[in-house]
């Protein structure tokens, strides 16, 4: 389930089952502190800033006579002179009432905006809890699909193993008959491309791990010749069908694509030599493989049911 | 503080059996004042500056910087990655997006051709954003060409095309032009020339927050870069290219520039000072939300891995170094794993980095600790794992929390480093970061968010 490498951006979101809730739940109010610091005061000023009928310029801004430059932003000294700003009356002082009222609405918007935003990106981090399972609709509609968060950067735990995807073909040759292909270990290819490269590309690092991760996602019963009956089983799996073709090419040892067949091969990464007592270096296992039934190629892409997410 | 209000006891009044504390200071008097007035004055200068305009520009730069390296890095691919006969096919997108409501503009035609004029868009919108140049336009035009190309195609990206996704929504709320930019130099330009033509206008009441408005000359690329935004606007919006959500936002920010431009040109006194300050407000909110989205990333980050059992018995960095994805350098990689304290330290160093992040965010010193730690550890990511992209995105969102006089002395020399090879004096006037000269007093002092 949890994919290999650097956190994702999966379009199934996967929902974290920690135990940590109470000690996230402090790193929230952390941040919610911040906010309401900067903005969230905004809602409980605002309502007495505007004041629009009454006299003209009686800012609310007593306090900042009594402003002196205390170092409040402890041990934030460097620069030199100290830019001591004046209450929030000043900060308007001179408008309309108009434009008071607008200035003090836009800072109600504004400081609520923020404050669900934060709210929902914090949830949506946060392990399955009581408000999530509340408000698993609107949190869901929210984040997806533009602010989605997958940060479990090898985590909980770093994937333990190496999957490689392997295909092979059946091509129909230009003098009749058909010849079935040897297994070509895709990934691999992929992985020689990696090697002494600064700067990997998408196409070798994330296309193929991350076209089977999603493919093992939403079709978990593949290799025993079911039909995929979900529209992320199909899409996946199409989207699997596609790279092959794309490595392979309709014309491929000697003949025409006619059918494809693809497994992977997983290998456990050997444990780390100190962790055994005789201090060898443990050699890694033979992959095992999973093989998925014979695709035919080319064919007319049928997607089940037109589903929504968050639904 | 001052509470205290009664004297000290006098000798002879002990006659209460238990002498009741009442001469103890209230430690809560004064503190409705002293909140109103920590309130008053941070809703004060929310609303009159741009608060971390160094930090701003940084990431601008850095998020605009690592998307175009990437675009570059990936031009030869960018067929397979986003094209519409890429693996993930243009079908497979447009059904993935009709569930999703995902924004990209390149399932709104098949063609080949509108493929790579967005492709090529993309790189010039974050190449002008880099630099600087129209900032505002540059970052919207960044946005719609990020969401566009990595909703095309969600399957291709990884963390760091997460990062970025979400900051190029969140730059365009915020004035990261401000300095460190073409728009800044402009800006100073105008309002260099405005001051030396005639002092008899007085441009003392907003010296250059934006485009000195009443100095200002016809800004004539402003209106055509305006009218070719409105054009691909409606052109969008009658072909039923742009959804109704993403048409409201798009058109409003259309119009708001023109608002901008408006109040600049005809009515330069209090309506463009309103708009000043909502533009302050909105970069003050989308900055908090870009800190606390970064202290999220590594709290997130850092939380989950406490749960893993091979971080908790200190191997966790063993195995990504045997992962073939992100052994780039399998020697170096095979190197440090066998190095079995080393590892230990690291995976242990990293967890707790990512854990205590967040809450040290409100020491100077501490926070600015961690971020050495942090950068160094990207900048290994970067090489060893071969992630270098997810590195500089990750290693710009840690910029959002450097210190201004660092940044502002980082600026300076490579100012003046350029300058040097160009073989320039850095006392010209055209030289970018020595002159940070629109409203000089505010960036002067350290308006660092979180010290």
Redesign the interface.
């Given at each position: 389930m949890q994919p290999p490498g650097e956190p994702e951006e999966s379009a199934p979101r996967s929902v974290g089952d920690g135990q940590d809730g109470g000690a996230r739940d402090e790193t929230a109010n952390e941040s919610a502190g911040t906010d309401a610091d900067t903005a969230g005061n905004g809602g409980v000023d605002a309502p007495s800033a505007p004041d629009p009928g009454g006299g003209g310029g009686e800012a609310p801004d007593a306090p900042a006579a009594h402003e002196a430059p205390d170092a409040s932003g402890d041990g934030d000294v460097g620069d030199a002179p100290r830019f001591v700003p004046d209450g929030y009356g000043s900060a308007t002082s001179g408008l309309s009432p108009a434009s008071r009222t607008a200035v003090a609405l836009g800072v109600g918007v504004v400081a609520l905006a923020v404050a669900f935003h934060l709210l929902m990106v914090f949830l949506e981090v946060a392990p399955s809890n009581t408000l999530t399972k509340k408000e698993s609709k609107t949190l869901c509609r929210y984040i997806n699909p533009e602010f989605e968060q997958n940060w479990k950067l090898f985590a909980p735990d770093p994937l333990q193993q190496n999957i490689h995807v392997w295909a092979r073909a059946q091509v129909s040759q230009p003098g009749g008959g058909t010849k079935t292909t040897a297994w070509v270990d895709l990934t691999g290819r992929d992985i020689a491309k990696i090697r002494h490269d600064v700067a990997p590309s998408h196409v070798n690092q994330n296309e193929l791990r991350r076209a089977w991760g999603y493919f093992t996602d939403s079709n978990p019963q593949a290799s025993t010749n079911s039909v995929p009956t979900t529209m992320d089983g199909v899409l996946s799996q199409e989207y699997i069908e596609r790279i092959v073709e794309n490595r392979f090419g309709q014309h491929y040892a000697g003949g025409t694509l006619k059918q494809i067949q693809v497994r992977s091969g997983t290998t456990n990464v050997p444990l780390p030599n100190w962790t055994n007592a005789n201090n060898q270096p443990s050699t890694p296992s033979a992959p095992s493989f999973t093989t998925m039934p014979w695709w035919p190629v080319n064919q007319q892409l049928t997607v089940p049911q037109q589903y929504r997410s968050c639904s | 503080m001052s509470g205290d209000t009664t004297g000290p006891p006098v000798p002879g009044t002990e006659t209460r059996p238990v002498a009741r504390p009442e001469s103890v200071a209230n430690p809560f008097s004064g503190l409705l004042?002293a909140l109103?007035?920590?309130?008053?004055?941070?809703?004060?200068?929310?609303?009159?500056?741009v608060?971390n305009p160094y930090q701003s520009a940084v990431i601008r730069i850095g998020y605009a910087a690592t998307w175009l390296?990437f675009l570059l890095?990936?031009f030869p691919?960018r067929d397979?990655?986003y094209g519409p006969n890429a693996?993930?096919?243009w079908?497979?997108a447009h059904?993935?997006i009709?569930?999703?409501?995902?924004?990209t503009v390149l399932t709104w035609t098949r063609s080949g051709a509108w493929f790579q004029f967005v492709y090529v868009l993309a790189i010039l919108s974050a190449a002008s954003l880099l630099v600087g140049w129209r900032t505002r336009t540059s970052s919207v035009l960044f946005m719609v060409t990020v969401?566009s190309l990595?909703?095309r195609s969600?399957?291709?990206?990884?963390?760091?095309?997460?990062v970025i996704?979400?900051m190029a929504?969140y730059l365009v709320l915020t004035r990261c032009g401000q300095v460190w930019s073409l728009d800044s130099h402009r800006r100073a330009r105008l309002a260099a020339r405005a001051a030396a033509a005639d002092s008899r206008t007085d441009p003392g009441a907003d010296p250059g927050a934006a485009a000195g408005p009443a100095a200002a000359p016809r800004d004539v690329v402003g209106i055509v870069l305006w009218a070719i935004a409105g054009a691909a606007l409606v052109a969008s919006t009658v072909t039923g290219g742009l959804g109704w959500g993403w048409g409201l936002i798009l058109w409003g920010l259309w119009a708001v520039h023109a608002l901008w431009w408006l109040a600049g040109r005809y009515t330069p006194g209090?309506?463009r000072?309103?708009l000043d300050?909502?533009g302050n407000?909105?970069h003050?909110?989308a900055l908090?939300?870009i800190?606390?989205?970064v202290?999220?990333?590594y709290?997130?980050?850092g939380?989950?891995?406490?749960?893993?059992?091979?971080?908790q018995d200190g191997?966790?960095?063993?195995?990504?170094l045997?992962?073939?994805?992100?052994?780039?350098?399998?020697a170096l990689s095979h190197f440090m794993?066998?190095h079995?304290l080393m590892?230990m330290i690291i995976s242990y160093g990293t967890v707790i980095v990512q854990v205590a992040f967040?809450?040290t965010v409100f020491n100077?010193?501490l926070k600015n600790c961690l971020l050495v730690l942090m950068i160094i550890e990207h900048v290994s990511i970067a090489?060893v794992l071969?992630?270098?992209?997810?590195s500089l995105a990750m290693i710009t969102s840690d910029a959002v929390f450097l210190?201004?006089?660092f940044l502002r002395w980082l600026g300076d020399r490579i100012t003046r480093q350029i300058a040097a090879w160009r073989g320039t004096d850095p006392a010209g006037g055209a030289l970018p970061a020595r002159a940070p000269a629109p409203r000089p007093?505010?960036e002067?002092?350290?308006?660092?968010?979180?010290?």
């Open positions: - | 004042v109103e007035r920590t309130l008053s004055r941070a809703l004060a200068r929310t609303l009159t500056s608060i390296f890095r990936e691919h397979e990655l693996p993930w096919s079908d497979l059904h993935l009709i569930g999703n409501d995902a924004f969401l990595q909703n969600v399957f291709e990206g990884d963390g760091g095309d997460n996704h979400l929504i209090e309506p000072r309103v300050i909502f407000l909105i003050n909110g908090l939300v800190m606390v989205q202290i999220l990333i709290a997130t980050a939380w989950y891995k406490i749960q893993g059992s091979r971080w191997t966790a960095l063993y195995y990504p045997h992962l073939d994805d992100f052994t780039p350098w399998p794993a066998s079995g590892v967040p809450f100077r010193r090489i071969g992630l270098p992209f997810f210190p201004t006089n007093s505010p002067a002092a350290p308006t660092n968010l979180v010290g």
